[in-house]
């Protein structure tokens, strides 16, 4: 089985991550980053996490796991030190087709956080399906410093002049519209990716 790659837009959700040490401070993290409305259940939290409740980062809820606390979360994660309560998180988020992810387990995981960063619109993302995420770390950051951010500038000047060309080409048949796009578009995709092979890439 292939894995599906997805980008999701979390903007606003309710999510929800029960622990609170390192690996949920880190999966938190990324969560606000995308910024997602989080929830935390955990007994006990980091200093991190102490500061973050504190600033108003997510909503904290001081107490163990309890049966269903995933109702109505959009994407639940997993992240506590006890391997039979990410279990029991991952059971009750599978019977309601929630997204979740544990960090101990793929028993219930349905979906992975890949390791990515962003470069304005182009994130760069790297997954190893679970078989080694520090190799994917390190795939990521190599990728990462071989991206020339000053790029970012072009990528929006090519979506600009994409939308402008969808526009301009309302009413037009699907060969023309076809023939317009390769003639004054995929020239600009070209140049920019030739840039790229040139400058930043050493592969
Ligand atoms: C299955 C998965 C479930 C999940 O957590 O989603 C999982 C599981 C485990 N990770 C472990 C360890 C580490 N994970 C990292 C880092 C990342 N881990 C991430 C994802 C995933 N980790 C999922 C698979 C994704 C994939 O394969 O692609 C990343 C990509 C995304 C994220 O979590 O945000 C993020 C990099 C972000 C970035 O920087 O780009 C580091 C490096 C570090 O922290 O510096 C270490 C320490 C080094 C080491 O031990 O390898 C352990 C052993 C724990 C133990 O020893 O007990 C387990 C448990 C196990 O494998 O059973
Ligand atoms: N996916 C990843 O990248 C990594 C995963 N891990 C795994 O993740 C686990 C957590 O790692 P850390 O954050 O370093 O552990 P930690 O020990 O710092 O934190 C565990 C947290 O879980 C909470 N917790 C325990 N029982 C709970 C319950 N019933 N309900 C709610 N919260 C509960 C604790 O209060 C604590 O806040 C490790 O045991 C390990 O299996 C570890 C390193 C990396």
Known sequence: MSWYPVS????GRNC????????AERKLKSLIKAEANVTLIAPKINA??????????????????????????????????????????????????ILFNSANS????????????????????????????YLAKKIRKYLDQKFDKSL???????????????????????????AFMKDNLLEKVEALLDKIDKNTWEL
Not at 115 to 121: N, P
Not at 156 to 176: A, C, F, P, W, Y
Request: net charge negative.
């Open 16 to 23: 929800l991550i029960v622990g609170g040490g390192k690996v």
């Open 8 to 11: 999701l837009n979390l903007k």
């Open 106 to 133: 793929s028993e219930y995981s349905n979906f992975y956080p890949a390791a990515a960063s962003q470069c304005g619109d182009i994130q760069l993302a790297v997954s190893s399906n679970g078989q080694n995420p």
């Open 48 to 97: 991190i996490l102490q500061e973050m409740r504190e600033a108003g980062a997510y909503h904290y809820l001081n107490s163990t796991y309890q049966a269903n606390d995933v109702n109505g979360f959009f994407l639940v994660i997993a992240a506590t030190d006890c391997s039979d309560t990410n279990s029991r998180v991952g059971a009750d988020a599978e019977s309601q087709a």
């Open 152 to 178: 970012q500038d072009e990528v929006l000047e090519l979506g600009r002049l994409r939308n402008q060309m969808v526009k301009d080409t309302l009413g037009l048949g699907e060969k023309e519209k076809k």
